[in-house]
């Protein structure tokens, strides 16, 4: 790179700073590269595919937020908001040289006992929202990692463990407070812009940043507490255990929630074996049906029990995982670039299992990298219930379980490897997935070097992309909001570009 660039490069930053300052209260902050603050804001899960920013802004109020999406609109500098910074998403590389809007300063939380409703600022983590409502003696289906912003998880949906009890994250949300990309700030509800909250909750990364929502909240049964069993399986096991999830999926109680890892080595100190973690949030005992289940496999030892508050829940479940690695920020640089897959199905299928953690166990012996292998299977009582329609969200009869899979690297010397790895499982998963076609969870979407289909994403249906899109045209015309997922034809990929 050229001096002459990173000086124009460095005097850009400088006059962003200098003249956004003016502009913003005296509470807030602008930070340029080479800070402390600077780094602190542009850290990240993963570094791979990633943008880039000249500027971090730490607002103090809705007004700077607008104010700073009006410059950056003005100035031609692309603008995003930041909170949990577990983006997963490769195509936000597209955004460079751009300003970061850093929300986890904007983290008020208000409950409103009488009517059950927890307004959250943008930047609130999922975990502390849940230790807020838990205080309260309330709960809420969140996102399974404690790390993530809650607006972030809402605005793709929100799927998570309490789902089929009380449906998707987004389908408890009842207000917004948007920011739109002129810097004008609207309240968004099924009394106010309508059409657009219906956007939101499913899509809602597109149409702006969210300063706060207030989300209906649930008194909690059983004194909150959630039992959790960690089970440790051999590889020889991959066919039983996944005909017993084959019988559990498609009728899934909605106490229970399972979650199955492969781990190198976990905490038995037995190598090569599938965590699976079951959470059941009723009563200890009526949850023996499911666990006999699993202990009739045969695990590699005893299982774990853990019985705690749902706000520790995140924390210890699944032998702590979110604790070492998924939602501790120190962890995350050990193996940085991280290149994700993921695929929706309707059930497991066994002899694709076998292979690949016959795979996953030979590369992680092989190479130096950490590959995680994840599958959710939540209950789809309450989700299911809600009428296909009433959300953006597209996938409440499809997406049964979801299959998650992620290299992670060192070094990008395997990136093409790595990707043409997941690429290949990506098609095999979709293949036997029963559904016949990629149906993919937004904010699990676009993760390799090959994009999802924006019909995957948002709906097969014409009438969904149609109307998101004349949203659209209404409310960010000039595609100012098209970082994250975008649906706009300019930006997405269409189903003519298959994996």
């Known amino acids: 790179m050229s001096q002459a660039l990173v000086n124009n490069k460095q005097y850009l930053a400088a006059s962003v700073q200098a003249e956004l300052s003016r502009l913003l209260s005296d509470e807030a902050k602008i930070y340029l590269p080479g800070s402390e603050k600077f780094h602190y804001s542009n850290a990240r899960f993963s570094e791979y595919g990633r943008p880039t920013y000249i500027a971090a802004v ?82 809420l289906g969140i996102g399974s990692c404690p790390t993530t912003g809650l607006i972030g998880v809402a605005l793709g949906g929100g799927i998570g463990r309490l789902q089929g009890k009380y449906g998707y994250l987004s389908d408890n949300m009842v207000s917004c407070k948007l920011v739109l990309a002129d810097g004008s700030i609207i309240n968004v509800s099924d009394k106010e812009h309508k059409d657009l909250f219906w956007a939101l909750r499913g899509a809602g990364h597109n149409f702006g940043i969210v300063y706060e929502a207030t989300f209906r909240v649930y008194p909690q049964p059983h004194g909150g507490i959630h039992h959790s069993w960690d089970f440790e399986f051999g590889l020889d096991k991959v066919r039983d255990l996944y005909t017993v999830m084959n019988k559990l999926v498609p009728d899934m109680h909605p106490n229970l929630a399972c979650f199955l890892i492969w781990s190198k080595k976990a905490a038995s100190g037995a190598e090569g074996v599938i965590i699976l973690n079951a959470v059941w949030s009723g009563p200890r005992d009526e949850a023996q049906e499911y666990i006999s289940q699993f202990e009739a496999i045969g695990p590699v030892v005893p299982a774990t029990l853990k019985s705690v508050g749902w706000n520790e829940l995140p924390w210890v479940a699944y032998q702590g995982l979110n604790q070492q690695y998924l939602g501790n920020p120190d962890s995350w640089n050990v193996y940085p670039y991280k290149i994700f897959s993921a695929v929706s199905a309707k059930r497991f299928d066994l002899d694709a299992l076998e292979q690949l953690y016959a795979e996953v166990k030979e590369m992680e012996q092989k190479y130096d990298t950490r590959i995680l292998v994840m599958f959710e299977a939540f209950s789809h009582k309450r989700s299911k219930e809600i009428p296909d329609n009433a959300t953006a969200f597209p996938w409440r009869h499809g997406s049964d379980i979801f299959l998650l899979l992620q290299v992670s690297l060192k070094n990008l010397d395997r990136e093409v490897a790595s990707n043409e790895w997941l690429n290949g499982w990506k098609r095999r998963l979709i293949d036997v997935s029963g559904y016949g076609r990629l149906q993919q969870y937004s904010n699990y979407g676009h993760g390799t070097n090959i994009n999802d289909p924006v019909e995957a994403m948002y709906g097969y249906d014409e009438w969904r992309l149609n109307k998101l899109r004349a949203l659209k045209k209404q409310y960010d015309p000039e595609n100012w909001f098209r970082w994250y997922q975008p649906f706009w034809p300019d930006e997405a990929e269409s189903k003519t570009s298959r994996l």
Do not use: W
Request: charged letters at 25%; glycine letters at 10%.
């Open 58 to 139: 730490h607002p103090s109020n809705e007004q700077d937020v607008a104010t700073t999406v009006r410059y950056s609109h003005m100035r031609g500098i692309g603008c995003t908001a930041r909170s949990g910074g577990h983006c997963v998403t490769n195509y936000m590389k597209k955004l460079q040289d751009g300003i970061i809007v850093d929300m986890r300063c904007i983290n008020h939380l208000s409950y409103d006992a009488e009517n059950e409703l927890v307004t959250a600022g943008g930047g609130v983590y999922s975990g502390d929202f849940a230790q807020f409502i838990h205080d309260r003696k309330r709960e």
